[in-house]
């Protein structure tokens, strides 16, 4: 699925984000920025030890922000780490879903990065159920793209055809026009 924000293109598709062949790919990291399970550890280990490595001197990661780094043996060419909180049921949570899709899409205009992957940031071992992170991860996307041209595509990597239909649905209600 793919809908236009101004210029920028804005897709939905179901696969594995550490074959993406963007510029930068996000990983749903933790605060240590040092690897763990799911998308982190499957961004680490096809990146390769020198991830790891760089990853060590950037002194971790506060909670709703975001840290570059190179891509190593990724097809992509940076990795940004991007720390989303662990659900607890409040409107924090938003706000730092919100902030940390933010936070990943300035550090790729700062760095000339036009085209970026994301997966679903806090949906898996952090708990945040897909349904409600969905339209906050999308409307912090598209808000940041009606005000940023020079990114020209945002793709999000959902893993499985749930987390594909959870995200189109959102996606649908928030652009129902395109």
């Known amino acids: ?73 990724l097809k992509a060419r940076y990795v940004i780490h991007a720390v989303g909180p662990i659900y607890r049921g409040t409107p924090r949570d938003a706000e730092l879903l919100a902030s940390v899709h933010r936070h990943a899409l300035k550090l790729a205009s700062e760095h000339g990065i036009a085209s970026v992957a994301f997966p679903a940031i806090s949906t898996g071992a952090y708990g945040y159920p897909m349904e409600e992170a969905a339209p906050v991860a999308l409307g912090a996307v598209v808000d940041y793209l009606r005000h940023h041209p020079e990114i020209r595509l945002v793709r999000f990597v959902l893993f499985g055809r749930r987390a594909y239909q959870i995200y189109a649905a959102a996606l649908k209600a928030l652009v129902p026009d395109d």
Request: aromatic content about 2%.
């Open 1 to 73: 699925m793919q809908v236009h924000v101004n210029e920028s293109i804005l897709e939905l598709v179901e696969g594995d984000i550490t074959q993406q062949e963007t510029e930068a790919i996000v990983n749903a990291a933790n605060s240590s920025l040092l690897g763990g399970g799911g998308v982190d550890g499957a961004i680490h280990r096809a990146a390769g030890p020198e991830l790891l490595a760089e990853c060590r001197t950037l002194g971790g990661c506060p909670v709703g922000e975001a840290r570059i780094t190179q891509g190593y043996r």
